[in-house]
C-alpha cells in the first residue's frame, strides 16, 4: 500500500517535471510543493512505521511479562498445593499411628486380663497330662 502510493507520488512528480519544462517557472514552483509534500509524506510514513514497530515491541513485552507472571502463578499454586497435601498426610499418618497405638495398647491390656486365666489353663493341663502318665 505504502509502496504504491510512493510510486503514484513519484508518477506525479515526475508528470509535474514534464509540464514545468514545457511551461517554464510558474510549474517550477508547484514542483517545489510537490516535492515538500512527498518529503512530508515520506516521513509520515516513517514515523508510522516507526510507531507500529513500538507498538509490537509494547505488545511483546507485555505478552512476556503476563506469561511470566501466570508461570509465577502456576509455581506458586503448585508449592501451596504440596505443602497442603504433606500436611494432610501427615495429619493422616498420625491419626493411623494413634490408632495403632491405642489398638497395641487394648491388645496388652487384653493379654495382662488373661494371662492368669491361661497360666492356670496351662498349669492345669500340664499337670492333667502329668497325672495321666
Known amino acids: 500500500?505504502?509502496?504504491?502510493?510512493?510510486?503514484?507520488t513519484i508518477q506525479i512528480s515526475e508528470w509535474v517535471a514534464a509540464m514545468a519544462s514545457e511551461h517554464?517557472?510558474?510549474?517550477?514552483?508547484?514542483?517545489?510543493?510537490?516535492a515538500t509534500t512527498?518529503?512530508?509524506?515520506?516521513?509520515?510514513?516513517?514515523r508510522a512505521r516507526d510507531e507500529a514497530q513500538r507498538l509490537v515491541d509494547d505488545a511483546r513485552r507485555k505478552a512476556d511479562a503476563e506469561r511470566q507472571a501466570a508461570r509465577?502463578?502456576?509455581?506458586?499454586l503448585?508449592?501451596?498445593?504440596?505443602?497442603?497435601?504433606?500436611?494432610?498426610s501427615e495429619t493422616v499418618t498420625s491419626q493411623r499411628l494413634a490408632?495403632?497405638?491405642?489398638?497395641?495398647?487394648?491388645?496388652?491390656?487384653?493379654?495382662?486380663?488373661?494371662?492368669?486365666?491361661?497360666?492356670?489353663?496351662?498349669?492345669d493341663r500340664v499337670l492333667a497330662g502329668l497325672e495321666t502318665r
Open 1 to 8: 500500500m505504502v509502496s504504491a502510493f510512493l510510486t503514484r
Open 78 to 88: 503448585t508449592a501451596r498445593a504440596r505443602a497442603d497435601i504433606a500436611r494432610e
Open 99 to 123: 490408632e495403632a497405638h491405642a489398638e497395641a495398647q487394648r491388645v496388652r491390656v487384653q493379654a495382662a486380663e488373661r494371662m492368669s486365666a491361661a497360666v492356670t489353663l496351662v498349669v
Open 38 to 46: 512527498e518529503h512530508q509524506l515520506e516521513q509520515q510514513v516513517a
Open 72 to 76: 509465577r502463578e502456576a509455581e506458586e
Open 24 to 34: 517554464g517557472s510558474a510549474n517550477e514552483n508547484l514542483l517545489e510543493q510537490l
